[in-house]
């Protein structure tokens, strides 16, 4: 096997040689001392990483009032370019370099590969080390501009991991960023695997040899003429094989990238250690759900969380750092990795509602869910993914590989999820719908059979189960329906309801298609597709609704508890159970408005997350049953803080106030919409939100400022995303006039916009 690392070093070296000799000649020739000046290797020459045409970065370093230092330069200069020698060669005193350097990063970050190769050793000496802690120094004050020339760069050029032709150097997580870590690590602000860079940057490089032999000159860029010269070259199989391993490789980089940058910011924008005791006085472990915890800007677990006995930790640490948009530990990615307990199949509920929440996440998504992927976490939890993980596009009109195609359709279905009445159907559809790419054959018919069988394993139920496989099946068949076919011709309509039979399929397929559209890149949305698309929706939904009825045509019949079970002394009860690995409470009240939303707020401030819940008036009392996940509370507890916040909420309202000051912005606008000719005895209300703590005594307690009355309330929690429907009506028990509907249904939306 070809020692490539050698070859580079031994390019230095040979080099290095000709540099020495070139000087030594020159001071002989003009007759000035070869103390006081010497030649430094910079830059990629610096660290002895020489490609067959990569340039020669040399810096003639000289001391102050040093003798005909340009004739110096001349004679050392025009062999190497008679030569054709590719030289990129600057003459500097240390005080210039010193200059250079402050006034340009790329020059910095260059300097500070600054190796000895020829003349006065003590010079370089004092180079290294003035350019070192100038770095140092200035460090948090020079960082920012070098964070956001990656990013511009990244914009400009792209990520290597999703590039047809990928630029080696320049595109995110290349070369280009291996030496940004080394200037990160310089830096003494923060560390990283060096192992894990160092043998991908090796990588990158061998890949980079072998590209320059092949194209006989120097360039960066992988383009697909030559990829499969350069697969043989390197003993792979074809440029797909090619392509998977620089992908792989610019992923791991990026992924270092990101978490780096994001403990660099989290170092330069927090406020000292001893300040930030004294001003918020608690602990620097801040608790957000159960067994995860916030420290110096990561999720981490809680020191009593246990992966090992707790098979659903994994998937809550994540949902977490998604929704919060923070970085997950790569500690903690490990640990999960390693000692995870595996998920039972078929995954329980609570599981299942936690991945629905991490997909729907939107962007924050992304870099939570490559952190576990690189840890091996996902391989675990979901093995279908292995076989699409780097995979290139196999369309041109594909921006990303297969498994970031996923990621982005799944981010760009999470801007939907209040558009359809299922959207944990519609995340999981998008996060499968294209697994069958890795299977010979129509990916959409092999990608439905995976996507039943995953969806099985993952818990959903039969009926469930098909409509996610219809979905990925026919996941193109819009698309393709609307602009091959005459919507003006009643068969085409017949064609498409006969397939997905009723309107909420069909919402979840036309939000599918968006999504995975938009994620494939602008060549598969344009205006032009999207707007037919719309038009095929529009009157194939009107064919299945017969003019399109709410899907709220009458009340669902609500399991009301018995009442000896709930009512306690002074008409005031409370019962807890476990419900098929969930917990289950019972409450009767007192039936008046605003009841409603104390009991909200008292599982709130309990730190209970309601799944689900529904709502009745039976006999004067307020009969409610609660799903709720979080710790078990005393139910005796439980009952008194009830009964207090019955007689005075302003502390419970207090204590809320204080949590929802933390609380995360939903990244999709609630939507409060009215259900006109839902029912014909009350007023019903739909109201869409991104699920946090409080957000039921928010709505609750907004309906009851307007004095309409609760009759009953419908409310489930699918993934990150609440949809709750409540019937309302006046005091006398008949549903609200047109004008207090809209009042009511504007009160709830402004209470829920942050």
């Known amino acids: ?10 390019r230095a070296e040979e080099a290095d040689a000709l540099l020495y000799l070139l000087l030594s000649k020159a001071c002989d020739a003009l007759g000035v001392p070869t103390e006081g000046v010497a030649l430094v290797a910079v830059g990629g020459y610096g660290r002895e990483e020489l490609s067959p045409y990569s340039d020669l970065d040399v810096m003639l370093v000289h001391a102050e009032g040093y003798p005909r230092v340009d004739e110096l330069a001349a004679q050392i200069w025009y062999p190497l370019w008679d030569s054709r020698t590719r030289l990129d060669h600057s003459v500097r005193t240390v005080e210039e370099a010193r200059k250079a350097a402050a006034d340009d990063i790329r020059v910095a970050l260059g300097l500070l590969d600054a190796r000895h190769v020829a003349g006065d050793s003590h010079l370089t000496l004092q180079l290294r080390s003035v350019l070192m802690a100038d770095w140092r120094r200035t460090a948090k004050t020079r960082l920012p501009a070098l964070a956001q020339a990656c990013k511009d760069r990244a914009s400009t050029v792209g990520e290597l991991a999703h590039l047809a032709e990928p630029d080696l150097k320049e595109a995110y997580g290349g070369l280009r960023d291996a030496v940004v870590l080394r200037a990160l690590v310089a830096s003494w602000l923060v560390d990283v695997p ?26 960066d860029r992988l383009v697909a003429d030559v990829a499969g010269e350069v697969a043989a070259g390197l003993g792979m199989d074809g440029r797909e094989e090619l392509l998977r391993h620089v992908y792989s490789t610019g992923r791991t980089l990026a992924h270092v990238c990101d978490v780096s940058w994001r403990r660099v910011e989290s170092l330069m924008t927090r406020p000292p250690r001893s300040r930030r005791r004294h001003r918020t006085g608690g602990p620097l472990l801040l608790a957000l759900d159960e067994g995860v915890g916030q420290h110096e800007g990561e999720v981490v677990l809680m020191p009593d969380a246990r992966p090992e006995r707790d098979a659903v930790l994994g998937l809550r640490a994540a949902a977490v750092a ?13 640990r999960l990795a390693n000692r995870a307990l595996a998920l039972p199949e078929p995954w329980p509920g609570e599981a299942r509602r936690l991945l629905c929440a991490l997909l729907g996440a939107g962007n924050g998504l992304l870099e939570v869910w490559e952190a576990l992927d690189q840890s091996g976490y996902i391989s675990r939890i979901l093995p279908e993914w292995d076989t699409v993980r780097f995979r290139p596009p196999q369309s041109a009109i594909h921006r990303f590989t297969v498994d970031r195609h996923l990621l982005e359709t799944c981010v760009e279905a999470a801007k939907m999820v209040r558009d359809v009445r299922r959207p944990d159907l519609l995340l999981v559809s998008a996060l499968l719908h294209d697994l069958g790419k890795a299977v010979e054959g129509d990916h ?16 959903f139920n039969e009926p469930d189960s098909d409509t996610i496989a219809l979905l990925v099946r026919q996941h193109l068949m819009l698309a393709q329906v609307a602009t091959r076919r005459d919507l003006d011709d009643p068969m085409t309509v017949d064609l498409v309801a006969g397939i997905v039979h009723d309107t909420e399929t069909l919402d979840l397929l036309e939000a599918l298609t968006y999504a995975d559209a938009r994620a494939a890149g602008p060549a598969a949305s344009s205006p032009w597709r999207m707007r037919l698309v719309g038009e095929l929706c529009r009157r194939v939904r009107s064919e299945l609704s017969g003019g399109g009825q709410s899907m709220w045509t009458e009340a669902p019949p609500i399991p009301v508890p018995t009442l000896h079970q709930v009512v306690g002394v002074g008409r005031l009860g409370v019962t807890m159970s476990e419900h098929h690995g969930d917990l289950r409470i019972n409450v009767a009240v007192p039936d008046q408005v605003g009841t409603l939303s104390t009991v909200a707020a008292v599982l709130a401030v309990e730190r209970l997350a309601v799944r689900s819940a ?12 609660w799903t709720v996940a979080g710790s078990p509370p005393d139910p005796v507890r439980l009952r ?9 909420d302003t502390d419970l309202v207090r204590r809320l106030a204080s949590r929802d000051s933390s609380a995360v912005k939903a990244r999709v606008a609630s939507r409060v919409d009215l259900l006109p000719g ?6 019903v209300l739909q109201v869409r939100a991104h ?17 309409a009355d609760i009759r009953s309330a419908h409310v489930s929690t699918l993934g990150a995303e609440c949809v709750d429907v409540f019937y309302l009506t006046d005091s006398h028990g008949s549903p609200l006039d047109e004008e207090d509907a809209r009042t009511t249904a504007k009160t709830v939306l402004d209470r829920l916009t942050f």
Not at 194 to 209: F, G, I, K, M, Q
Not at 322 to 334: K, N, W
């Open 678 to 683: 839902a029912s014909e005895t009350a007023t």
């Open 444 to 459: 959409s018919v092999t990608g439905a059979v995976i996507a039943g069988t995953v969806a099985r394993r993952l818990g």
């Open 322 to 334: 998604a929704d919060r948009e923070l970085v997950l530990s790569p500690a903690v990615c490990g």
């Open 1 to 10: 096997m070809v020692d490539r690392a050698e070859q580079r070093r031994v």
């Open 691 to 707: 699920d946090r703590p409080g957000l039921l005594y928010d709505v609750t307690s907004a309906i009851a400022s307007t004095g």
């Open 614 to 625: 529904v709502i009745t008036s039976v006999e004067g009392l307020g009969i409610s049953q």
């Open 640 to 648: 008194d803080r009830l009964a207090v916040a019955l007689r005075d």
């Open 194 to 219: 060096h192992p894990v860079v160092e043998r991908a940057r090796l990588d990158l490089l061998d890949v980079r040899d072998e590209l320059h032999t092949v194209a006989g000159r120097s360039t």
